[in-house]
């Protein structure tokens, strides 16, 4: 076959998308000279579409005098964000003494950081060749580097109208866009600069960028996968897939690309310390500071990723440790506000208030890092309240919940879904909760309770108490009866009404789900499972009628405390966590759910409830939990009483209460809400009944 038609060939095979084929046909017809500048570009585009780059760059190599290649390898590079590869290959191609050589140096200067010179070069050029596209792109980034957005994107945008092939000058056009927060326009510009060259992995990498700023995540994974497939060890699309992953709540995926992203580039510091943030989320907070550790050794001076570590710290109460800490970090930046806010917190946990308030009185919330803004007004309104501040603590609690909705995770939170899961639950309970009758055969759940009341009831310090006894297992804030519920919400008629039209079989089926759930926690040694989330409040009848011989522990507490306690929580919002941003709707929840049980208690005589009161747990405790052992069937222990011990054994305390409940039992707590009656007046028609209910 002729050398032409080995060409046409090529270009054949890859319209129709045979990229191999076309890469076999051009690898021959370039051992046949002479070698025509087409075979050659067009082979280098069809390796770095088949993920081959080290093999493009060897290609071309030997035609640095060549320059139309001396062009493309210098705009792929720059373009690819391959400094040091663009600037050997400029340094290495000989000079021709034309317009060239001015624009081979203007590139130079700018991958040396002297936009300015750069910009002056490319001036002269065009002054001779006013159309010059090269010279006109590589203007563009040096008017963009020096803060002259509208004038690069005037420039960009005549280099794409005389060349609209010329892919890099689009990419350009899109960065600036970005920055003038024309993000749809940015959109549109990557878009293009990947249609014309489909291997541009830094094109790819920014239209994801763009999609994680408006909140599409998955958008983003699917990109992100793309670039991926083409090279599998793109340090940053790791990264950046991984923080998808992480946002998305897929954890294990985020950290296997955490992982890739720490191998692919050890000297980066920003995946060790997302992988530190979401071993922390995953209650390896203990692992996550090695991680920490790491990130801070390659940027000792970075202040926001040492109040992480501090942060992590305090949070596994290795108070000792954050101190030591705060202090190096506050050494190399005194007026850092991450820091000082650390250290605040810290004086906090250890009652030195007066001393807490003076540091938070003196940060400038502007200069904290945005994602400790909101963490600052609650740790503002926790301080205030210490030193009866009532007023500006309920300022501070009311500021940051206002924060917490403007949020995107609130932004995408379903403000109904709660409310409707109560409406459907109420309905069936109020129909005597049809389901299956089960059999004495079967498995009721006897060595099964489930610890249930309302958030900020005392639940979690109960749970860490009765985890002190040998027998049992607490399982603390996991989604394991949640995927029963879903699984029987995927049935005709949805949870709950699904459960009237089961068959025994089917009800089997959902238990051994359930135990499947709870059995990678469980020893032998386990005698009783304690599962304690205490919104499943809602789900109870739900349980009953899974597990009938199941125990319930509920946790009371004085509805105005529980109330407060919760308007004062930083929450991770979601679908419940959301109602508890203003008083109004935390009062209309908590009612919500009290109605609930109380119907439930009602309609389903031969539940198994033992109610245990916080105020009477922390002023009676080993009687509270005698009595609690005695409904458990489990003989006393002792030290149950002395909580701290077991926290010392547990890894991370998972609720908002983990720094209250490894202090010794306290009375503050109770009947604070006194200290705000004035805002509790207009809902107290609605808590009364409850509050007498209770018998306060």
Not at 128 to 144: E, I, K, T
Not at 652 to 666: D, L, M, R
Request: proline share 5%.
């Amino acid at each position: 076959m002729s050398e032409d038609k080995l060409l046409t060939l090529a270009q054949s095979l890859v319209a129709s998308g045979d990229l191999t084929g076309a890469e076999d046909a051009l690898a021959a017809r370039i051992k046949i000279h002479p070698i025509p500048v087409d075979a050659l570009l067009l082979l280098a585009e069809i390796r770095l579409r088949l993920g081959k780059t080290e093999d493009t760059l060897a290609l071309l190599a030997p035609y640095g005098s060549h320059r139309h290649c001396a062009d493309w390898v210098r705009e792929y590079t720059i373009g690819e964000r391959m400094n040091a590869q663009a600037t050997s290959w400029l340094n290495g191609i000989p000079k021709s003494g034309s317009v060239d050589d001015l624009i081979d140096q203007a590139a130079l200067l700018q991958l040396s950081g002297d936009a300015r010179s750069a910009a002056a070069l490319c001036r002269k050029v065009l002054d001779l060749q006013p159309d010059n596209v090269f010279a006109l792109n590589h203007l563009g980034r040096a008017l963009f580097n020096t803060g002259m957005a509208a004038e690069a994107r005037q420039v960009f945008e005549k280099a794409t109208h005389l060349a609209p092939s010329y892919s890099q000058a689009w990419h350009n056009l899109g960065h600036v866009l970005r920055a003038q927060n024309d993000l749809k326009g940015a959109i549109a510009a990557y878009g293009k600069a990947l249609a014309i060259a489909p291997y541009y992995q830094s094109a790819m990498l920014n239209i994801a960028l763009l999609k994680m700023g408006q909140g599409d995540n998955a958008g983003a994974v699917a990109q992100l996968s793309g670039l991926l497939e083409l090279n599998p060890t793109h340090a940053e699309a790791l990264l950046n897939i991984g923080i998808c992953h992480h946002i998305l709540r897929e954890f294990e995926p985020a950290k296997s690309a955490f992982e890739k992203s720490i191998a692919a580039d050890p000297a980066q510091p920003r995946a060790l310390r997302h992988m530190g943030g979401l071993l922390r989320e995953m209650q390896d907070s203990r692992v996550a500071i090695d991680f920490y550790r790491r990130a801070l050794l390659l940027a000792p001076r970075d202040g926001d990723l040492r109040a992480e570590l501090i942060s992590t710290l305090e949070l596994l109460s290795e108070l000792d440790e954050a101190e030591k800490t705060v202090t190096e970090g506050l050494a190399l930046n005194p007026q850092d506000a991450g820091i000082l806010f650390e250290s605040a917190k810290l004086h906090r946990r250890r009652r030195n208030h007066e001393q807490a308030w003076q540091i938070l009185n003196a940060i400038k919330p502007e200069r904290l890092p945005p994602r400790l803004l909101q963490s600052y007004y609650y740790e503002r309104g926790t301080t205030a309240d210490r030193i009866d501040r009532n007023d500006e603590a309920f300022a501070a609690y009311a500021k940051g919940n206002e924060l917490a909705l403007t949020s995107i995770r609130a932004r995408n939170t379903d403000q109904t879904a709660l409310p409707r899961q109560i409406e459907r639950m109420k309905n069936w309970v109020e129909r005597g909760a049809p389901a299956a009758v089960i059999g004495p055969d079967e498995d009721l759940g006897a060595d099964l309770c489930f610890l249930i009341g309302f958030p900020r009831s005392g639940t979690t310090l109960l749970d860490v108490m009765l985890d002190g006894h040998d027998q049992v297992l607490t399982l603390e804030e996991k989604p394991t009866i949640e995927h029963v519920a879903f699984a029987l919400d995927r049935l005709p008629g949805h949870y709950p009404d699904a459960m009237a039209s089961l068959t025994v079989a089917q009800l089997s089926e959902l238990r051994l789900l359930y135990r499947s759930k709870i059995a990678g926690y469980r020893k032998p040694e386990h005698t009783l499972v304690i599962d304690k989330m205490p919104i499943r409040t809602v789900n109870a009848a739900f349980i009953h009628r899974l597990f009938p011989e199941a125990r319930f522990i509920f946790a009371e507490r004085h509805p105005c405390d529980v109330v407060l306690s919760n308007f004062m929580q930083h929450y991770a919002i979601n679908e419940a966590m959301i109602h508890f941003t203003r008083l109004e709707t935390a009062v209309d929840m908590y009612d919500s759910v009290m109605r609930l049980w109380a119907l439930t208690e009602q309609e389903l005589p031969g539940i198994h409830v033992q109610r245990v009161r916080y105020e009477s747990l922390i002023t009676d405790t080993a009687g509270i939990l005698r009595d609690a052992c005695a409904f458990l069937d489990l003989p006393w222990q002792e030290g149950m009483d002395r909580h701290q011990d077991t926290i010392a054994q547990r890894t991370q305390i998972k609720t908002n209460s983990y720094h209250q409940v490894a202090e010794p039992v306290y009375l503050r707590s109770k009947f604070r809400w006194l200290n705000y009656r004035s805002h509790f007046e207009p809902y107290m028609k609605i808590l009364q009944p409850h509050i007498d209910r209770m018998g306060y």
